[in-house]
């Protein structure tokens, strides 16, 4: 999906931070003691969340949906873009006092919504189109990825890209290729769906408090269609049973499924001695639709289902 420009968008590059206050005096001023509960380290190097904005790459015309604003880093590096607006979701009350200033600063782009993005639907706050940007809060990045993965996965077009912050694991998890020890559920259900790039690491170092892991951003884009023809829930399923042993044959860790893993494996064209991690995204896909077609002939025979 590409962000059109539009009139509305033709004078917004004109957002000029300079006067606003430096962001260690936002955060001494609304006493934000960062939260470990809330996942808070505050990135407050100018370059850098530049840096996170333009990886995101074009935006004119299009909705930036931020998950964890904080003081409003990130956030000005947005509004400095072509972005139509920016829709952000704050659960600290305390941040919500701090970002005020900037929403009003900001001659209507910026929407701060309070509440925790998990109970959130982002397509019902920011009209499309839409892209998430967010240095995420480490303790949620991957239930919230997952539910966006979700979103894409009824409709492709729901979501530009996702250019995401997270702990350098997870965001190699989500770039691991099959046969690598990072390759996993994970990996399948966001590389089904998208085109995931590495963009940069960001030392532990630069966050206010530093947090004991390297960060990286991500740059996650939908595809038009899914890799290969799977129904998203039963592919979940299949990963989850064969990567819930991942060392064991899939002979032995599908048959947890329910159902006949040799057959399954036979079917799909599948070595019963191969394991979960050898096995690449399309090979999981193939799995999915022969368990599918297994549950639905079970059902129509009467017989008992594996579920
Ligand atoms: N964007 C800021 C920056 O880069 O400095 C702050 C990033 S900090 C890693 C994560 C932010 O997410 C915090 O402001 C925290 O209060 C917020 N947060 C944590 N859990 C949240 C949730 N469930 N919903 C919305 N925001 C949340």
Same mark, same amino acid.
Request: aromatic fraction near 4%; proline fraction near 7%.
């Given at each position: 999906m590409i962000c059109v420009s539009n009139e509305l968008t033709a004078? %917004? *590059?004109?957002?000029?931070?300079?006067p606003l206050p430096p962001l260690r005096e936002v955060i001494a001023e609304h006493g934000l003691r960062a939260r470990k509960s809330l996942g808070q380290n505050f990135l407050l190097d100018l370059n850098l969340t530049a840096r996170i904005a333009r990886s995101a790459g074009d935006l004119s015309g299009c909705g930036v949906v931020e998950i964890?604003?904080?003081?409003?880093g990130l956030t000005r590096a947005l509004l400095a873009t072509d972005a139509r607006e920016i829709v952000a979701v704050e659960r600290d009350p305390r941040c919500l006092a701090a970002l005020a200033p900037l929403a009003a600063y900001s001659g209507g782009r910026l929407r701060v919504i309070e509440g925790d993005a998990r109970a959130i639907d982002i397509t019902t706050i920011c009209p499309a189109p839409r892209v998430i940007v967010a240095n995420l809060p480490y303790n949620v990045a991957t239930v919230l990825l997952t539910d966006w993965l979700e979103i894409i996965a009824r409709?492709?077009? &729901? %979501?530009?890209s996702m250019t995401l912050m997270f702990q350098r694991e997870v965001a190699q998890r989500l770039a691991a290729k099959p046969g690598?020890? #990072?390759?996993g559920r994970l990996s399948v259900f966001a590389q089904w769906l998208c085109a995931v790039n590495i963009a940069f690491d960001i030392p &532990? /170092? #630069?966050? *206010?408090?530093?947090?004991?892991v390297t960060s990286t951003v991500v740059r996650i884009t939908p595809r038009a269609i899914p890799l290969a023809e799977a129904d998203s829930a039963v592919l979940q399923r299949v990963t989850a049973a064969a990567f819930g042993? /991942? /060392?064991?044959m899939l002979r032995t860790s599908l048959a947890t499924l329910g159902c006949d893993p040799h057959a399954l494996l036979a079917t799909a064209g599948i070595?019963?001695? &191969?394991? &979960?991690?050898?096995?690449?995204v399309t090979a999981f896909c193939a799995l999915a639709r022969v368990f599918a077609a297994d549950r639905k002939n079970t059902l129509e025979s009467g017989g008992v289902s594996g579920s």
């Amino acid at each position: 999906m590409i962000c059109v420009s539009n009139e509305l968008t033709a004078s %917004v *590059t004109d957002f000029d931070p300079t006067p606003l206050p430096p962001l260690r005096e936002v955060i001494a001023e609304h006493g934000l003691r960062a939260r470990k509960s809330l996942g808070q380290n505050f990135l407050l190097d100018l370059n850098l969340t530049a840096r996170i904005a333009r990886s995101a790459g074009d935006l004119s015309g299009c909705g930036v949906v931020e998950i964890g604003p904080g003081p409003g880093g990130l956030t000005r590096a947005l509004l400095a873009t072509d972005a139509r607006e920016i829709v952000a979701v704050e659960r600290d009350p305390r941040c919500l006092a701090a970002l005020a200033p900037l929403a009003a600063y900001s001659g209507g782009r910026l929407r701060v919504i309070e509440g925790d993005a998990r109970a959130i639907d982002i397509t019902t706050i920011c009209p499309a189109p839409r892209v998430i940007v967010a240095n995420l809060p480490y303790n949620v990045a991957t239930v919230l990825l997952t539910d966006w993965l979700e979103i894409i996965a009824r409709d492709p077009h &729901a %979501v530009g890209s996702m250019t995401l912050m997270f702990q350098r694991e997870v965001a190699q998890r989500l770039a691991a290729k099959p046969g690598s020890r #990072a390759y996993g559920r994970l990996s399948v259900f966001a590389q089904w769906l998208c085109a995931v790039n590495i963009a940069f690491d960001i030392p &532990a /170092r #630069a966050f *206010t408090p530093p947090p004991k892991v390297t960060s990286t951003v991500v740059r996650i884009t939908p595809r038009a269609i899914p890799l290969a023809e799977a129904d998203s829930a039963v592919l979940q399923r299949v990963t989850a049973a064969a990567f819930g042993q /991942r /060392r064991k044959m899939l002979r032995t860790s599908l048959a947890t499924l329910g159902c006949d893993p040799h057959a399954l494996l036979a079917t799909a064209g599948i070595e019963p001695t &191969a394991r &979960a991690e050898t096995l690449d995204v399309t090979a999981f896909c193939a799995l999915a639709r022969v368990f599918a077609a297994d549950r639905k002939n079970t059902l129509e025979s009467g017989g008992v289902s594996g579920s």
